[in-house]
């Protein structure tokens, strides 16, 4: 969208807590997958290609997070409750 809030374009149809990939070319997302639970996924603007982060598992929904600069780390939450368990996953990139 330009700063007037002419040219929006919708990039994906579901999705949320959206989130800038590092390099700015991609989004990272949470979704709700097939059995209802929480996924990961990464969205490249030029194709509109979507990947799901392989291999985390989650039980619900809920679970905000952000990439470090480098993109080898990721941290989330499960925003529950007020004080609540804070995971850092990663170091790869």
Do not use: C
Not at 40 to 49: I, K, N, P, Q, R
Request: hydrophobic share 35%; aromatic share 10%; glycine share 16%.
């Amino acid at each position: 969208m330009h700063p007037d809030g002419s040219g929006m374009k919708r990039v994906a149809e579901r999705g949320g807590w959206p989130v800038w990939w590092p390099g700015s070319d991609k989004i990272g997302m949470q979704r709700v997958g097939p059995e209802g639970n929480q996924e990961y996924a990464v969205l490249t603007l030029a194709t509109g290609e979507i990947k799901v982060l392989p291999g985390l598992k989650f039980n619900g929904v809920n679970y905000p997070f952000d990439v470090s600069r480098d993109g080898k780390w990721l941290v989330s939450t499960n925003v529950q409750h007020i004080s609540d368990e804070i995971w850092v996953l990663g170091g790869k990139k």
